[in-house]
């Protein structure tokens, strides 16, 4: 490794990442997996994301430009596409030779498909003793709901997640309308630190392993609170509410003694700390209702910005709603690097960057997106391949 001199002191030029000289087998779709594999690709990973003749289904994912999705290359920035037509034999043939020099396989189809490919654990193992092999989906391999299929807002429904947020219409409770998707990147980041303990453990035992990763199960472990207060209910907690000011909405957490001391002063209401309804936590929580409109009646005299700057002045936890636009030109945001170019076909965007910062090591998303089968012939010719069998395989389309 190359090093420059700085401040008399050597250190690494263009250090690696901590996945770097790791191979991962993407042939995972979507967004679970795919956030997956993009950590990684931030972090050093050679990931090779191997796509069916169609792509990845989000390539056709809005917000689309000139043709390209950029929902999709924020997944996806930074690895290579190989496409093959798995229902061939020969794309089998392919994914079994590249799993001769892979580390990682990852894949996020219904529990089963693998095996009616030839490619369950029991299978691939025989192929790469030491391979870190992981699975995600919706409700895990096991059990009588593994085989149902389910996205996110599926999970967030059967997990309890969503009715953790209900509005009133007509009287009638409903869960909120929302684009979220919380339970992939739970799943994800799951499925990252399991490949990550997996792979360590490798480097000490020599073994490999097998990973079965449920966004069911990560969501429940992601709702610690509401998961044990379902089995002892009735407990008084606190719960937090948008704030009305003058011009939005803010939000506050007033949670402890010395929180609630800087929200009196930034509201000067220094007479809230005498109401024996809010004297002391235990008093607050058990009249948080009659607290929050309290200060409720403080922020609508004040516009957001002047509620925000006084409670950070004081010390009290607050932001006001932004939306994503303006929260991604915070300057917080900026100065941490927070958000990166990326280049695809139709031009540059920017994406959210590796939000896990390492000292001695990169972590940064990946410049470009792959176009569909980019990398084929590349990714081909290492494991092997002639240039006449390319050639051929995309003949037959195997290959694209």
């Not at 997990?159 to 909120?176: K, L, T």
Request: aromatic share 8%.
């Amino acid at each position: 490794m190359s090093s420059v001199k700085l401040d008399s002191e050597c250190v690494e030029a263009n250090p690696p990442g901590a996945f770097t000289g790791i191979r991962v087998l993407d042939l995972s779709m979507y967004l679970a997996g795919p956030y997956c594999s993009r950590l990684m690709a931030d972090m050093g990973a050679d990931i090779v994301k191997i796509e069916p003749p169609s792509g990845d289904f989000l390539r056709s994912a809005p917000p689309m430009r000139d043709g390209s999705s950029a929902y999709f290359g924020h997944l996806n920035c930074g690895k290579r596409s190989v496409c093959i037509d798995l229902k061939q034999p020969e794309g089998i043939e392919i994914i079994k030779r590249l799993l001769e020099e892979t580390d990682v396989l990852l894949e996020n189809f219904r529990p089963g498909v693998m095996a009616r490919f030839g490619l369950d654990y029991e299978a691939v193992k025989l192929i790469k003793a030491d391979i870190v092999y992981c699975s995600v989906s919706g409700y895990g391999q096991t059990g009588p709901s593994a085989s149902l299929p389910a996205f996110a807002p599926i999970i967030h429904a059967s997990s309890g997640f969503e009715m953790q947020s209900i509005r009133y219409e007509a009287d009638i409770e409903r869960p909120i309308a929302n684009r979220n998707c919380m339970a992939d990147y739970l799943a994800a980041t799951h499925a990252l630190a399991g490949i990550g303990a997996a792979l360590f453990r490798r480097a000490t035992t020599g073994k490999g392993d097998y990973l079965d990763v449920a966004l069911m199960d990560t969501v429940h472990n992601a709702m610690g609170y509401e998961y044990v207060d379902a089995q002892f209910p009735g407990q008084p907690t606190p719960t937090f509410r948008p704030m009305r000011t003058l011009d939005g909405f803010i939000a506050m957490a007033p949670v402890s003694e010395p929180n609630f001391r800087a929200l009196a002063r930034a509201a000067n209401s220094s007479h809230w700390l005498e109401d024996p309804r809010f004297v002391t936590r235990e008093k607050r929580i058990g009249h948080w209702q009659e607290f929050l409109d309290v200060i409720e009646l403080w922020t609508q005299t004040v516009t957001s910005d002047d509620a925000e700057s006084n409670l950070a002045r004081e010390g009290c936890p607050a932001s006001i709603y932004r939306s994503i636009a303006d929260s991604q030109v915070d300057p917080q945001v900026r100065v941490r690097g927070s958000a990166v170019d990326v280049e695809d076909t139709s031009g540059t965007f920017q994406v959210a960057n590796c939000p896990i910062k390492f000292t001695d090591a990169i972590a940064n998303a990946g410049e470009n997106v792959p176009e569909l089968g980019e990398h084929a012939d590349e990714v081909l010719a290492a494991a092997g391949y002639s240039a006449e069998k390319i050639k051929a395989l995309r003949g037959a389309n195997v290959i694209i």
